[in-house]
């Protein structure tokens, strides 16, 4: 309902609700546009390379157990145990400084979501894996296969409704994450959760609640694709 006053308000009046503060979140705040761009590439970059990383560890996490592979495990998803905005302080000690002079770049926003979002996509992963019987890539190592191909032939698979529904979640996370951000993005780069801080700031109520609506309506988008794309490969495999 905000969204669609003209200015913040308790007293709703019907009549003259509509849709001004959409048209000027998108045709007079070019940074909305820039915002919502780069947190989308972010987003979709983060998931795959996160689900990616996630699902080589978990890999091995399964099917290697040990200390090292236990530390591994541990240190992947130790960034739960860490507020976010302390990891972009972290990032931004870490990587501003020479020979890295990465402040208020897309790679350090990248890095930093992806340090942030690992026990995710972990959690993800490993939930994927406890769900194919190891049997199965012995079977194939028995008839002469060798570990890779009975990963690409057997395991991926298997696997892959669970690893696409991941991918999108953490798109959906990534696409929100506002406290390191706040830290880490600049003017020139933005990503949405400063962004929405600013036009806060500024006094903008009603187009911060379009925004946001825009966002939810993005998110809720992202999770049916999720769950429809999860469900149709379950199905095919």
Known sequence: LVSLQGFWSPDINWEKLGFQNYVYVFTEKPVVIEALKNSILLGLGVAVAGMAVASVLSYYVARRPGIVTRVVDNMAMLPA??????????????????????????????????????????????????????????????????????????????ILPSTVAGVLILAVLTLVETNASVILAKVNNPVLGPTLFTLWYDGLVPPVAALSVVICLLNSAVALASLYIGRTLSRRR
């Open 81 to 158: 145990t860490i507020p976010h905005i302390i990891m972009g302080v972290a990032f931004l000690v870490a990587f501003t400084p020479r020979p890295f002079s990465l402040y208020g770049t897309t790679t350090l926003l990248f890095l930093a979501y992806l340090a942030v979002y690992m026990p995710q996509a972990m959690q993800s992963s490993k939930f994927a894996f406890s769900q194919v019987s190891p049997e199965l890539m012995e079977a194939s190592r028995v008839f002469g296969a060798g570990e890779l191909k009975s990963f690409v032939r057997i395991m991926l698979p298997l």
